[in-house]
C-alpha cells in the first residue's frame, strides 16, 4: 500500500498534466483552424489565439500546483526541478536573456516589445515561449490521443491546400483576394512559405508515429485497426500532396531532413519495414497530386522548381511499384529473424551499428547525387547572387554587410527585437524598391535574423536549445519503450524538419509557436522519463 500511495503521489500532478494534454490538443487541433478575415489579418489572429490560450494555460497550472501545494501533496517534478537539469533549459534560458538585452538594445523599445515592425516575433513573444517552456518543460506524460488528433487536423489543412490549387475553395476563405495574389496564399496559415513551415513539422511527426511496429489492421480480431498509425499515413499521405502544391523548395529541404534522419534510426531499431511503408505512402500521395493536377491544365501549369516533378506521373508511379515490391520482399523475409529483443523487450537490427553505417553512406550518397543532379538540371542553384532563393541572396548578403559593420556590443548582442526591418529601410531602401520591389522586415533565414537581431548570443543559443532539444530526445527513444520510442523519434523529427527548413525561412508568429512547444515537450518528456527512472 505505501508503494501504491508513493506512486499515486509521484503522479499527483495529475490535473497539471492534464491541462498540458489539453493545451496540446489545442495547439493541435483548433489553432491550426482559427482563422478571422480569412487571410487579411492572419498573423495578428494566430498570434493571439497562441497568446490567450497560452496564459489561460499559464494561470490554470499555476493554479493546480498552489492546490497541490495546500493539498500537502508534492508536485511531479516541482521539488525536483533542480535535479534534472537538461541541457536545453540552459538554452532556452539564455536565449530569453539574449533576446532581454535585445530589447535593451533597441532604439524603438516599443516596437522590439510587441514585434510590429516585423512577424510579431518580439520580446513580448519570446516572454510567452519562456512561460510556455516552464509549464510543459516541467514534466509531461505523453498521452496517445495527442498525435493523432494532430496528424487529423494537419491533414485536412493539407486537404484544403490540394483543393485550392485546382480551383475549389470549398471554405471560401480565398474571397476578396486579388488574382495577382491569390495563389501565394494557401490553407489556413496564409502565404505558402508558412504553410510549408507547417508541413516541415506535421510530415515528420508522421514519419514518428509511423514507425509503431504493430500492423495498421489486425487480421486477429474483429476491424481492429491501429489508429495511431493510420493517422501517421495519412498525414504523411496528404502532406506529401500539399508539399506539391506549395511549389515551396524549402518544404522538401525540411521533409528530406527528415526522412534521412528516420532512415537511420528505423535501420539501428529495426524498423526498415515500417520506413519503406512510409516512403511508399508519401509516394503514393505525390502521385495522387499529380493525377489530379493532370486533370487541369492550369493548375499543373503552376508547378515550380523542385514540384516541377510532379508533371512527371509515370516516374512517380514506377517509383512508387518499387517501393512496394521493396515491401513485399521486407515481409517475405521477415521470418528470418533479422532483429533481437534487449532486456526491455525493445527490438534491434542484430547487425545495427553495420546497417547504421551502409545507410549513413547511402545518405551521403543520395545527397551527392541530388546536388549534382540540381546542378545540372537546376542551372544557378549553387550560383549564389542576388536574385538566388527568390532574392534571398540579396537580403542575406546585405544584413550580412551590415552585421560585419555592427560596433561589437551590438554584434554581441544584436540590434534589436525585430528590427531588420529598421537596418534595411536605414540602408538600403532605395536600392531594395528599385530592384525588388519591397520592403523586407525578416532576413528568410532565422538564424540569420537571430544573429543580427539578438547578436552572437541570440543565434548560439537558439541553435544549441534546438541541437540539444533533438539530442535529447534521440537518446530518451533508444533508452524507452516501444511506445515511448515513437513519441520521442516524433518529436525529434519534428524539431529537425522545423530546424532545416529555418534555413530558408523566416520566423513569424503562426508556426514558430511549434518549435518552442517541440522544445518544451523535448525537455517535459526527457525529465519524467529521467526522474521515473531514479
Same mark, same amino acid.
Given at each position: 500500500?505505501?508503494?501504491?500511495?508513493?506512486?499515486?503521489?509521484?503522479?499527483?500532478?495529475?490535473?497539471?498534466?492534464?491541462?498540458?494534454?489539453?493545451?496540446?490538443?489545442?495547439?493541435?487541433?483548433?489553432?491550426?483552424?482559427?482563422?478571422?478575415?480569412?487571410?487579411?489579418?492572419?498573423?495578428?489572429?494566430?498570434?493571439?489565439?497562441?497568446?490567450?490560450?497560452?496564459?489561460?494555460?499559464?494561470?490554470?497550472?499555476?493554479?493546480?500546483?498552489?492546490?497541490?501545494?495546500?493539498?500537502?501533496?508534492?508536485?511531479?517534478?516541482?521539488?525536483?526541478?533542480?535535479?534534472?537539469?537538461?541541457?536545453?533549459?540552459?538554452?532556452?534560458?539564455?536565449?530569453?536573456?539574449?533576446?532581454?538585452?535585445?530589447?535593451?538594445?533597441?532604439?524603438?523599445?516599443?516596437?522590439?516589445?510587441?514585434?510590429?515592425?516585423?512577424?510579431?516575433?518580439?520580446?513580448?513573444?519570446?516572454?510567452?515561449?519562456?512561460?510556455?517552456?516552464?509549464?510543459?518543460?516541467?514534466?509531461?506524460?505523453?498521452?496517445?490521443?495527442?498525435?493523432?488528433?494532430?496528424?487529423?487536423?494537419?491533414?485536412?489543412?493539407?486537404?484544403?491546400?490540394?483543393?485550392?490549387?485546382?480551383?475549389?475553395?470549398?471554405?471560401?476563405?480565398?474571397?476578396?483576394?486579388?488574382?495577382?495574389?491569390?495563389?501565394?496564399?494557401?490553407?489556413?496559415?496564409?502565404?505558402?512559405?508558412?504553410?510549408?513551415?507547417?508541413?516541415?513539422?506535421?510530415?515528420?511527426?508522421?514519419?514518428?508515429?509511423?514507425?509503431?511496429?504493430?500492423?495498421?489492421?489486425?487480421?486477429?480480431?474483429?476491424?481492429?485497426?491501429?489508429?495511431?498509425?493510420?493517422?501517421?499515413?495519412?498525414?504523411?499521405?496528404?502532406?506529401?500532396?500539399?508539399?506539391?502544391?506549395?511549389?515551396?523548395?524549402?518544404?522538401?529541404?525540411?521533409?528530406?531532413?527528415?526522412?534521412?534522419?528516420?532512415?537511420?534510426?528505423?535501420?539501428?531499431?529495426?524498423?526498415?519495414?515500417?520506413?519503406?511503408?512510409?516512403?511508399?505512402?508519401?509516394?503514393?500521395?505525390?502521385?495522387?497530386?499529380?493525377?489530379?493536377?493532370?486533370?487541369?491544365?492550369?493548375?499543373?501549369?503552376?508547378?515550380?522548381?523542385?514540384?516541377?516533378?510532379?508533371?512527371?506521373?509515370?516516374?512517380?508511379? @514506377?517509383?512508387?511499384? %518499387?517501393?512496394? /515490391?521493396?515491401? +513485399? !520482399?521486407?515481409?517475405? =523475409? #521477415?521470418?528470418? &529473424?533479422?532483429?533481437?529483443?534487449?532486456?526491455?523487450?525493445?527490438?534491434?537490427?542484430?547487425?545495427?551499428?553495420?546497417?547504421?553505417?551502409?545507410?549513413?553512406?547511402?545518405?551521403?550518397?543520395?545527397?551527392?547525387?541530388?546536388?549534382?543532379?540540381?546542378?545540372?538540371?537546376?542551372?544557378?542553384?549553387?550560383?549564389?547572387?542576388?536574385?538566388?532563393?527568390?532574392?534571398?541572396?540579396?537580403?542575406?548578403?546585405?544584413?550580412?554587410?551590415?552585421?560585419?559593420?555592427?560596433?561589437?556590443?551590438?554584434?554581441?548582442?544584436?540590434?534589436?527585437?525585430?528590427?531588420?526591418?529598421?537596418?534595411?529601410?536605414?540602408?538600403?531602401?532605395?536600392?531594395?524598391?528599385?530592384?525588388?520591389?519591397?520592403?523586407?522586415?525578416?532576413?528568410?533565414?532565422?538564424?540569420?535574423?537571430?544573429?543580427?537581431?539578438?547578436? @552572437?548570443?541570440?543565434? %548560439?543559443?537558439? /541553435?544549441?536549445? +534546438? !541541437?540539444?532539444?533533438? =539530442? #535529447?530526445?534521440? &537518446?530518451?527513444?533508444?533508452?524507452?519503450?516501444?511506445?515511448?520510442?515513437?513519441?520521442?523519434?516524433?518529436?525529434?523529427?519534428?524539431?529537425?524538419?522545423?530546424?532545416?527548413?529555418?534555413?530558408?525561412?523566416?520566423?513569424?508568429?503562426?508556426?514558430?509557436?511549434?518549435?518552442?512547444?517541440?522544445?518544451?515537450?523535448?525537455?517535459?518528456?526527457?525529465?519524467?522519463?529521467?526522474?521515473?527512472?531514479?
Amino acid at each position: 500500500m505505501d508503494k501504491i500511495r508513493k506512486k499515486k503521489s509521484d503522479d499527483s500532478g495529475t490535473a497539471q498534466d492534464w491541462l498540458s494534454t489539453i493545451f496540446l490538443l489545442y495547439m493541435g487541433t483548433l489553432y491550426p483552424l482559427i482563422m478571422h478575415d480569412k487571410y487579411f489579418d492572419i498573423t495578428l489572429t494566430k498570434y493571439k489565439a497562441f497568446e490567450v490560450a497560452l496564459c489561460v494555460y499559464a494561470v490554470l497550472m499555476v493554479l493546480a500546483v498552489l492546490l497541490d501545494v495546500f493539498d500537502g501533496k508534492k508536485p511531479f517534478v516541482m521539488f525536483k526541478y533542480r535535479k534534472s537539469y537538461v541541457a536545453t533549459d540552459w538554452f532556452m534560458a539564455g536565449f530569453f536573456v539574449a533576446n532581454v538585452l535585445a530589447f535593451v538594445m533597441a532604439s524603438d523599445k516599443m516596437a522590439a516589445y510587441t514585434g510590429e515592425e516585423g512577424r510579431r516575433c518580439g520580446l513580448q513573444f519570446m516572454i510567452l515561449a519562456m512561460l510556455l517552456y516552464v509549464c510543459m518543460g516541467r514534466g509531461l506524460r505523453l498521452r496517445k490521443c495527442v498525435f493523432p488528433a494532430f496528424l487529423c487536423v494537419g491533414s485536412f489543412t493539407c486537404i484544403i491546400a490540394v483543393f485550392q490549387y485546382v480551383g475549389i475553395d470549398f471554405l471560401g476563405i480565398r474571397d476578396g483576394l486579388a488574382s495577382s495574389i491569390m495563389d501565394i496564399y494557401i490553407s489556413t496559415f496564409g502565404n505558402i512559405d508558412i504553410f510549408a513551415s507547417f508541413l516541415c513539422v506535421l510530415i515528420p511527426v508522421g514519419f514518428g508515429v509511423g514507425l509503431d511496429d504493430r500492423r495498421i489492421y489486425d487480421g486477429d480480431a474483429t476491424w481492429k485497426f491501429n489508429w495511431v498509425k493510420l493517422s501517421a499515413w495519412t498525414a504523411v499521405f496528404t502532406g506529401a500532396a500539399a508539399t506539391v502544391v506549395t511549389n515551396a523548395d524549402l518544404a522538401y529541404a525540411g521533409v528530406c531532413a527528415a526522412a534521412a534522419i528516420l532512415l537511420l534510426v528505423s535501420t539501428y531499431r529495426g524498423r526498415i519495414k515500417e520506413f519503406v511503408e512510409l516512403m511508399l505512402v508519401m509516394s503514393l500521395g505525390f502521385l495522387a497530386v499529380s493525377l489530379l493536377l493532370k486533370t487541369t491544365p492550369e493548375s499543373i501549369a503552376k508547378l515550380d522548381g523542385i514540384s516541377n516533378f510532379a508533371r512527371n506521373t509515370e516516374l512517380i508511379a @514506377v517509383a512508387s511499384g %518499387v517501393l512496394a /515490391v521493396i515491401r +513485399i !520482399v521486407i515481409y517475405a =523475409v #521477415s521470418r528470418l &529473424r533479422l532483429s533481437r529483443k534487449d532486456s526491455n523487450g525493445n527490438t534491434f537490427n542484430r547487425s545495427g551499428k553495420i546497417s547504421l553505417v551502409v545507410c549513413s553512406v547511402l545518405v551521403i550518397a543520395g545527397i551527392v547525387c541530388a546536388v549534382i543532379f540540381s546542378s545540372v538540371k537546376a542551372d544557378g542553384i549553387f550560383r549564389f547572387d542576388d536574385s538566388w532563393g527568390n532574392y534571398r541572396g540579396y537580403v542575406w548578403s546585405r544584413l550580412v554587410s551590415t552585421y560585419k559593420e555592427f560596433p561589437l556590443v551590438n554584434k554581441l548582442f544584436g540590434y534589436g527585437n525585430e528590427s531588420v526591418k529598421s537596418i534595411m529601410t536605414a540602408g538600403y531602401y532605395d536600392e531594395m524598391i528599385s530592384k525588388v520591389g519591397v520592403v523586407y522586415d525578416n532576413a528568410h533565414n532565422e538564424y540569420l535574423q537571430y544573429l543580427v537581431t539578438t547578436g @552572437v548570443l541570440g543565434a %548560439v543559443t537558439y /541553435v544549441g536549445l +534546438i !541541437v540539444s532539444a533533438f =539530442v #535529447s530526445m534521440i &537518446r530518451t527513444a533508444f533508452s524507452s519503450s516501444d511506445h515511448d520510442f515513437c513519441a520521442c523519434i516524433a518529436v525529434a523529427l519534428g524539431i529537425a524538419g522545423y530546424a532545416v527548413q529555418a534555413l530558408f525561412n523566416l520566423n513569424q508568429s503562426l508556426t514558430t509557436p511549434y518549435i518552442f512547444l517541440l522544445a518544451a515537450m523535448a525537455a517535459g518528456i526527457g525529465r519524467r522519463l529521467k526522474l521515473q527512472r531514479k
